[in-house]
Every structure is written in structure tokens, then in C-alpha cells.
């Protein structure tokens, strides 16, 4: 598997970008030139330089020491999104893949209205009803997203509960639980690889729209979404502003979705160097 990956270009490079906008993250105070929320009015809009790499907002704060801080909100909060909806989402789908009967009956037709309504405005309404703060939006997401991803793994599942080892399993008399950890999860990883790292892509899209409307992470903190809401009242003047955040979230999320597509095709047992 590590030779496959190795000799994966696009595996390797998404990973690389991956991680080192991570550390980015992590190290933001070591690695930021300048205060995030440091205001200088009479410096706003100031052109790239030594001093200001990126150059300066509306406000004079330094936008690459922000695209550093905001890659914590942005990442982060799209990370614990995706814990969230992978978790609810496996269990789901193993417990109604496994079990059948009346279990996966309640647990599909309850995927089956949710997946019933447009999950952006599901996820307005939840945040509405709920109130505007960060932990309304990581619920909204997690809520609206898991019961796609239930079905999903239900799929995979179904492909392994009637295999030779899941049946001998049950013959010797194994407990249900070692089955689905030790057998059926193991099975469906390369999966669960695959639509975490995609998941991750939709979370940071979903989560930055949701700050850009004014929905989730609030002003001064800095995040990719909020700093697109910022830059859109000073486009005419200063587009530089918009155009930082919103490339770096087009790179990001598309490095998310080729990421996946690269994990696939390394996991996968039929691919040929």
C-alpha cells in the first residue's frame, strides 16, 4: 500500500498540501508576520510588500497573517464537521447493513426524509432555529449530512455481512459487536477513507458559506468564509481582499476531492502500477 501511494503523484502532493496547511494552522503565531486583529487605519488597502506579502484590508490588518489564523476556524471546524457526520453516519450504516430487518426498516426511512430536503436550507433552518454560534453550525452539518452517508455505508456493508469470515464468525458464536469492529469496519476502511476526505471538501464550502452569510464564525475572528464577507463591500476598491481567501478555499477543497480520488485508487486492490 505504501508503494502504491508513493508512486501516487496526485496522493502524494494533495497529502503534502494537506499537511503543510495544517501546520500552517498549527504554528499560526510562530509563522504570521503581524497580529490578525491589529487594526492601522491610515495602512488600509496598503499594495504586496516585504511587510505585507498579501497586502492590507479595509481595516489595515495584515491578510496573510489572517489567511494563517483563519486556516484554524476553516480546517478545524470542517475536521470536527466530518468526525461528526462519518461517525453518526458509519454507525448508522453498519447497524442497518448488519442487522437488517426492522433496524434497518427505522434507520433507512428516516434517511430516506431526510435525504428528502435540500440540505443547504436544512442547514439555514437548523442554524436559525438554534441561534447563531459555531457549535449550532458543526450540529446543522452534522444533523443534515450523516443520513447521506448512512446509505452510503449501508451499501458497503451488504457487500460483506454474507462473506465467508463474517458467517464463521457467527457460527463459533462471536458477540455482534466484535463482528462489526473487528470485521465489517475493518472491511469498508478504504470507503470510509474515501468519503472523509471528500466530506472534509464539503464541509469547509458549507462552513464558509454559512460565516460568508453571516451564519457561523463571527467578525474579528479570522476565517476564510468571514473574510470574503468583509472583502465584498470593498470589491470595486481593493478586489485583492476577496480574491486571497477565495482562491485559497477553491485550492483547498479541490485538493480534499483529488485527495479522495487519489486514497481510492491507492486502496484499491485491483489498481496496477
Known sequence: MLHRFLHNKTAVGTVTLVLLVALMGIFAPLIAPHDPYATDILNKFAHFSR????????LGRCILSRMIYGIRPTLGLAVLTMLGTIGLGALMGLLAGYFRGITEELIMRVVDVMLSFPSQIMVFAV???LGIN????ILANVFIKWAWYARMIR?????YRDRNFVQFSRC???PERFILFRHLVPSIA???AVLSSLDVGWAIINISTLSFLGLGVQAPTPEWGAMLSEAKNVLTSNPAQMLVPGIAIVVL???F???GDAIRDVLDPKEVL
Do not use: F, I, R
Open 51 to 58: 511587510e505585507y506579502p498579501l497586502g492590507t484590508d479595509n
Open 253 to 255: 477543497v479541490s485538493a
Open 190 to 192: 478504504a470507503d470510509l
Open 155 to 159: 451499501t458497503g456493508v451488504m457487500q
Open 134 to 137: 459555531v457549535q449550532n453550525v
Open 172 to 174: 463459533v458464536g462471536t
Open 257 to 259: 476531492n483529488l485527495m
Open 127 to 129: 442554524v436559525a432555529l
